[in-house]
């Protein structure tokens, strides 16, 4: 089965309200997806959006690299898949997101031509999961509102976003936590605060009793491991490491220095699948649960996330999955089914599941 044509497509979504963080406010997604094409008749799917704050990666450097990739592939058997993604991890250095696309379109052709969905293909079973859903980071009036009307259509966890000030995030989740008892709570700091300000905030939090906080998030900069392990050892609350790993080399450095309790694993940070099982294994030597997380993406990577998360049910034990339910509406048709707080893969449909976009 021979690779024909690779294809590219611009999609851009608006959101139902704009995404804060401490580094950036975004209005609208904007993804990059692939189709490539075999002489069989089966088309794999892909994609991958704007994460410059994080990769370095726009749309346009995207589109600039399927251009550069897509003649080194069109034309490859698909027999020759592990040599396939070995050539897109050495052709082109790091572009994490790009490589993720690539891996996406290619799994998903590979597991439709074996007539397996992707999940049972990884070694899967399971099918239905429970995700967490973002509150942004806004005004605590706003933050508070945002959280009951993800409560009441089913959220369970919530992940807030903080970031802006050290006195004003610890109101922010202290209100929120003592006027939802009943609710777990993620906080993501995303890089913004010192090792010193990390600590200070959450043994203010320690000394209020407050229980239903699940995890702290990245409290410190990305290349700050020592710094990370400073608040790790000195606070109650489990600390999960996001962008302070990439790559499977990433999550054993920091598992060796003791630095995190969880890892979160994204897609367009490790650069596919294959690096996400790979983390996934690795945490699991570790005794270390993961996060299955995204970006603001959008259904096919979601939907790839999802069958992961499946391969690996027994160390992937928490989704951050939620940015489909973020949007005005799903332009993509298949994959994974967002209802709420749940999200369900198909047993039927092969591959990712993904009809069209």
Same mark, same amino acid.
């Not at 050892?233 to 054993?252: G, H």
């Given at each position: 089965?021979?690779?024909?044509?690779?294809?590219?497509? %611009?999609?851009?979504?608006?959101?139902?309200?704009?995404?804060?963080?401490?580094?950036?406010?975004?209005?609208?997604?904007?993804?990059?997806?692939?189709?490539?094409?075999?002489?069989? =008749?089966?088309?794999?799917?892909?994609?991958?959006?704007?994460?410059? $704050?994080? @990769?370095?990666?726009?749309?346009?450097?995207?589109?600039?690299?399927?251009?550069?990739?897509?003649?080194?592939?069109?034309?490859?058997?698909?027999?020759?898949?592990?040599? %396939?993604?070995?050539?897109?991890? @050495?052709?082109?250095?790091?572009?994490?997101?790009?490589?993720?696309?690539?891996?996406?379109?290619?799994?998903?052709?590979?597991?439709?031509?074996? /007539?397996?969905?992707?999940?049972?293909?990884?070694?899967?079973?399971?099918?239905?999961?429970? @995700?967490?859903?973002?509150?942004?980071?806004?005004?605590?009036?706003?933050?508070?509102?945002?959280?009951?009307?993800?409560?009441?259509?089913?959220?369970?966890?919530?992940?807030?976003?903080?970031?802006?000030?050290?006195?004003?995030?610890?109101?922010? $989740?202290?209100?929120?936590?003592?006027?939802?008892?009943?609710?777990?709570?993620?906080?993501?700091?995303?890089?913004?605060?010192?090792?010193?300000?990390?600590?200070?905030?959450?043994?203010?939090?320690?000394?209020?009793?407050?229980? /239903?906080?699940?995890?702290?998030?990245?409290?410190?900069?990305?290349?700050?491991?020592?710094?990370?392990?400073?608040?790790?050892?000195?606070?109650?609350?489990?600390?999960?490491?996001?962008?302070? %790993?990439?790559?499977?080399?990433?999550? %054993?450095?920091?598992?060796?220095?003791?630095?995190?309790?969880?890892?979160?694993?994204?897609?367009?940070?490790?650069?596919? +699948?294959? /690096?996400?099982?790979?983390?996934?294994?690795?945490?699991?030597?570790?005794?270390?649960?993961?996060? &299955?997380?995204? &970006?603001?993406? =959008?259904? $096919?990577?979601?939907?790839?996330?999802?069958?992961?998360?499946?391969?690996?049910?027994?160390?992937? @034990? &928490?989704?951050?999955?939620?940015? +489909?339910?973020?949007?005005?509406?799903?332009?993509?048709?298949?994959?994974?089914?967002?209802? =709420?707080?749940?999200?369900?893969?198909?047993?039927?449909? &092969?591959?990712?599941?993904?009809?069209?976009?």
């Amino acid at each position: 089965m021979k690779i024909t044509n690779i294809e590219r497509k %611009i999609l851009t979504t608006p959101l139902k309200t704009p995404f804060k963080t401490a580094i950036r406010r975004v209005d609208e997604l904007e993804e990059l997806t692939i189709a490539i094409y075999t002489d069989s =008749g089966l088309v794999g799917y892909g994609a991958g959006s704007n994460t410059a $704050i994080l @990769t370095g990666e726009t749309v346009s450097t995207l589109i600039a690299g399927v251009d550069y990739l897509k003649p080194f592939i069109v034309g490859r058997d698909l027999e020759e898949f592990n040599s %396939i993604l070995e050539l897109i991890q @050495t052709k082109i250095k790091n572009s994490t997101t790009l490589k993720s696309m690539f891996e996406m379109a290619l799994y998903d052709i590979y597991s439709k031509s074996l /007539n397996l969905p992707l999940y049972r293909f990884l070694g899967g079973e399971r099918r239905e999961f429970e @995700t967490d859903i973002t509150i942004s980071l806004n005004s605590i009036d706003v933050m508070v509102k945002e959280s009951q009307d993800a409560i009441d259509i089913g959220y369970k966890i919530l992940k807030i976003k903080v970031g802006e000030d050290i006195n004003r995030d610890f109101e922010r $989740i202290r209100v929120l936590t003592q006027e939802f008892p009943a609710i777990s709570f993620r906080v993501d700091a995303n890089q913004a605060w010192s090792p010193k300000e990390s600590i200070s905030i959450l043994k203010r939090l320690e000394r209020e009793n407050i229980e /239903n906080i699940e995890l702290i998030e990245q409290p410190v900069k990305a290349d700050d491991i020592r710094g990370l392990k400073f608040v790790r050892d000195r606070v109650a609350y489990p600390i999960l490491a996001d962008e302070a %790993i990439f790559s499977p080399k990433d999550a %054993i450095e920091l598992l060796e220095m003791e630095a995190c309790d969880f890892i979160n694993i994204k897609l367009a940070k490790c650069g596919g +699948v294959k /690096n996400a099982l790979l983390i996934a294994d690795i945490a699991k030597l570790y005794g270390v649960e993961c996060m &299955m997380g995204c &970006m603001l993406e =959008g259904a $096919i990577s979601l939907t790839t996330a999802l069958h992961i998360v499946s391969a690996r049910a027994d160390r992937v @034990t &928490m989704l951050d999955l939620d940015s +489909v339910n973020l949007l005005k509406f799903n332009p993509v048709d298949g994959g994974a089914k967002f209802k =709420g707080s749940k999200i369900s893969l198909d047993r039927e449909l &092969m591959g990712l599941g993904i009809l069209g976009v």
